[in-house]
């Protein structure tokens, strides 16, 4: 992408409302705008990082067997009454009636819905077990939206599904759908812990939370300096600094932490309320076992934000960065652009890696500040000045080093560089 032809408008000055780094950069580097309290507009920049973190989710869910639907953001009040929760959700759920003054709801979450489509296709146990999970808008009504994409009203999130025989199939899946997430988060080059956590108004047994670490995190959470056991305050056996209870060896060590995603084991909770069923091989009536797994994805480019930065803008995971490297040509000299434009193109054609060119007939400096403010993970800067000796500069945006690279060997070196990351 020429730079000269997007649609970027970055900001010099950030919005009095914006609280939280995230909020604050991914307004400043042109990533959201602000529609309507808590609902934003993804731009180019924000919904390229939406799509690589998707990628990365669509991967792992499909790896482990599940498989993608999509179901209406609109739902019928008679699904949300089956399953009693119409009555006791609270101004979260914004209701609505349609012209014949049948009553709807703008879709939270989608339990009972997922928990309909088995039911109504589902009769033998030859049929389970299955996974299904979406990628979709969801709408949840805050008192208080804030933070940006940390705590919208309406957002993106993926939410998944398992319908299993039996109580220990379902366990399975669980454990299954918790490995998977450590997948995820683990390629989105998060730091993160997996928490124990209360079920909250989802229901079921067992749970786990997703916690990117960070400063500004919401979250209070402790973990074991000697084992895996790691817990919300809410849950935690042991308190920070005391030992570990599960283990009797490690101290507990206080964060804060960012949830981006949740794992439920939720048993028979909607099935038993909407009748799902199936026939066992004996031909008696059984309530499927279920569990249910979700992840923000606008909160996880979020939270991102909040672990990667510095006082000069965004620091991106390679994974999720919008463009991978900024070819950054110092002025709109005809033998400076002619260089900038064969390593673009050579990044982008052969190596087949998203990049942009700044080609725009701008001051060094602003095209400097930009980069470092969206958050490229590298630069390759080429100057009148570096190209009489025959050298260009390459810049990770991570670490700030800089390594002059001879014009001869600069493929070579891209080449080498980018197949280490891939």
Not at 210 to 233: H, P
Not at 244 to 259: D, L, P, S, V, Y
Not at 399 to 419: H, M
């Amino acid at each position: 992408m020429k730079l000269s032809q997007s649609f970027i408008p970055t900001l010099r000055e950030v919005p009095s409302e914006a609280e939280v780094v995230s909020h604050k950069l991914m307004l400043k580097a042109g990533y959201i705008r602000k529609l309507a309290a808590g609902i934003y507009n993804y731009l180019p920049l924000g919904l390229k990082v939406i799509q690589n973190i998707e990628k990365i989710i669509r991967e792992e869910m499909n790896a482990v067997g599940a498989q993608e639907l999509l179901m209406p953001m609109v739902l019928p009040a008679e699904l949300w009454s089956e399953s009693g929760r119409w009555q006791i959700y609270g101004k979260e759920l914004l209701r609505l009636k349609d012209r014949h003054d049948n009553e709807f709801c703008l879709g939270p979450t989608h339990e009972e819905i997922i928990t309909d489509v088995v039911r109504r296709e589902v009769r033998s146990y030859r049929q389970l077990p299955v996974s299904l999970y979406q990628i979709q808008t969801k709408f949840r009504d805050e008192t208080r939206p804030r933070f940006g994409l940390m705590r919208g009203r309406e957002f993106i999130m993926k939410d998944c599904y398992s319908f299993d025989r039996t109580m220990e199939d379902a366990q399975k899946s669980y454990w299954t759908y918790y490995e998977a997430y450590k997948k995820i988060f683990s390629r989105c080059g998060l730091s993160y812990r997996a928490v124990e956590a209360v079920t909250g108004n989802i229901g079921g047994t067992l749970s786990h939370e997703f916690q990117v670490l960070a400063d500004s995190g919401e979250d209070a959470i402790v973990s074991c300096s000697a084992c895996d056991y790691a817990a919300n305050i809410e849950k935690a056996e042991s308190k920070e600094g005391e030992t570990c209870a599960r283990c009797n060896k490690g101290t507990m060590q206080g964060f804060r932490g960012i949830e981006v995603g949740q794992v439920f084991y939720l048993g028979t909770k909607y099935s038993k309320a909407l009748k799902a069923t199936f026939l066992d091989d004996k031909g008696s009536e059984q309530i499927i076992e279920m569990g249910c797994y979700g992840i923000g994805v606008g909160r996880t480019s979020a939270a991102a934000i909040e672990q990667n930065h510095d006082d000069k803008g965004i620091i991106w995971p390679y994974a999720l960065a919008p463009y991978k490297i900024a070819v950054i040509g110092l002025s709109v000299d005809a033998k400076v652009m002619d260089v900038a434009q064969k390593f673009y193109q050579y990044v982008q054609k052969d190596l087949k890696i998203d990049a942009v060119l700044d080609d725009r007939d701008e001051r060094a400096g602003v095209k400097f500040n930009d980069a470092d403010l969206i958050g490229y993970p590298y630069q390759l800067i080429i100057g009148g000045k570096g190209l009489e000796k025959g050298e260009v500069e390459f810049k990770t945006r991570k670490t700030g080093e800089k390594q002059i690279v001879p014009l001869a060997n600069v493929e070579n070196f891209l080449k080498d560089t980018f197949s280490k990351l891939s």
